[in-house]
T-cell receptor, first 114, second 115 residues
Framework: DAGVTQSPTHLIKTRGQQVTLRCSPKSGHDTVSWYQQALGQGPQFIFQYYEEEERQRGNFPDRFSGHQFPNYSSELNVNALLLGDSALYLC?????????????FGPGTRLTVL | AQSVTQLDSQVPVFEEAPVELRCNYSSSVSVYLFWYVQYPNQGLQLLLK??????LVKGINGFEAEFNKSQTSFHLRKPSVHISDTAEYFCAVSPLSGGYNKLIFGAGTRLAVHP
């Protein structure tokens, strides 16, 4: 049973560019959340998708957007990249929106903005 | 709003010694509590969680944590650590209400186990 997978593993972009990160949830999971983990910090919640809709959003600008597909996979898009967007981006999946449901994390995508 | 404070950014300890990683939280609503571990170049793995019931929670790899509502704490303990426990540990909370599943993390504690 494959866990949460993310692609690509690493990515290097320059300021002002746009980037798309991808996530496939654990088999049977229908909810996907995205987190940003800056170096030396804990993960910060970006947003959560369920039934192809954004259900909750953290304190991130509109440059951060996402999408969930009918097969529950998800994309995170970041426009107009800034140096401060350099971070590890983690995708997590769960079964449903209940707060007690365990979130399973992928290995992350390391984004470097030059 | 919720916030999580992990009181130690780094904890060095010798192999087979006991360890405690401290976590305090603040929230205006009831929350569930979690501890996650992150090994180098990997995602996060759930160690244990407190939802309700007994305040002493046992998790994987011999870890346990105790929920203290009056002190709003959820400290993680292990009676005897191994070299393989070297990793970053994150305490997190998730609000019960709201109809969504959102984790708020602390800044992490780096546990370094020395031989």
């Amino acid at each position: 049973d494959a866990g949460v997978t993310q692609s690509p593993t690493h990515l290097i972009k320059t300021r002002g560019q746009q980037v798309t990160l991808r996530c496939s949830p654990k088999s049977g999971h229908d909810t996907v959340s995205w987190y940003q983990q800056a170096l030396g910090q804990g993960p910060q919640f970006i947003f959560q998708y369920y039934e192809e809709e954004e259900r909750q959003r953290g304190n991130f600008p509109d440059r951060f957007s996402g999408h969930q597909f009918p097969n529950y996979s998800s994309e995170l898009n970041v426009n107009a990249l800034l140096l401060g967007d350099s971070a590890l981006y983690l995708c997590a999946s769960s079964l449903g929106l209940a707060a007690h449901n365990e979130q399973f994390f992928g290995p992350g995508t390391r984004l470097t903005v030059l | 709003a919720q916030s999580v404070t992990q009181l130690d950014s780094q904890v060095p300890v010798f192999e087979e010694a006991p360890v405690e990683l401290r976590c305090n939280y603040s929230s205006s609503v009831s929350v569930y509590l979690f501890w996650y571990v992150q090994y180098p170049n990997q995602g996060l793995q759930l160690l244990l969680k407190y939802l309700s019931g007994s305040t002493l929670v046992k998790g994987i790899n011999g870890f346990e944590a105790e929920f203290n509502k009056s002190q709003t704490s959820f400290h993680l303990r292990k009676p005897s650590v191994h070299i393989s426990d070297t990793a970053e540990y994150f305490c997190a909370v998730s609000p019960l209400s709201g109809g969504y599943n959102k984790l708020i993390f602390g800044a992490g504690t780096r546990l370094a186990v020395h031989p």
